[in-house]
Nanobody
Framework: QVQLVESGGGLVQAGGSLRLSCAAS????????MGWFRQAPGKEREFVAA????????YYADSVKGRFTISRDNAKNTVYLQMNSLKPEDTAVYYC???????????????????WGQGTQVTVSS
């Protein structure tokens, strides 16, 4: 089992930047593909970005391409989400997730991630 703890959320003005971090508890961090999802009030949880266990492949939702960057530091058991040019519609609770993904089309599916963090709030003001 792996525990995930997100940090780095907060309040930022539109056009600003934030970097989210997700620290994993296990030394077998490299066994997991990692993803970021978000959920806004009254909406379903949606995929944001994912990164393969070797960091060789990254995946993004169309809504964040060119603005967000996912990365991981396997030596620190940590995955990051750098968010630039933030928009009010990016406001949501952001969740880190870990799982074993075996097909590129599955990275965006929440059901394929077995472990989730508690979430961190990101609020973008206009």
């Amino acid at each position: 089992q792996v525990q995930l703890v997100e940090s780095g959320g907060g309040l930022v003005q539109a056009g600003g930047s934030l970097r989210l971090s997700c620290a994993a508890s296990r030394h077998t961090f490299t066994s997991y593909d990692m993803g970021w999802f978000r959920q806004a009030p009254g909406k379903e949880r949606e995929f944001v970005a994912a990164i393969s266990r070797s960091a060789g492949n990254t995946y993004y939702a169309d809504s964040v391409k060119g603005r967000f960057t996912i990365s991981r530091d396997n030596a620190k058991n940590t995955v990051y989400l750098q968010m630039n040019s933030l928009k009010p519609e990016d406001t949501a609770v952001y969740y880190c997730a870990a799982g074993a993904i075996y097909h590129s089309s599955h990275y965006s599916r929440a059901l394929n991630y077995g472990y989730w963090g508690q979430g961190t709030q990101v609020t973008v003001s206009s």
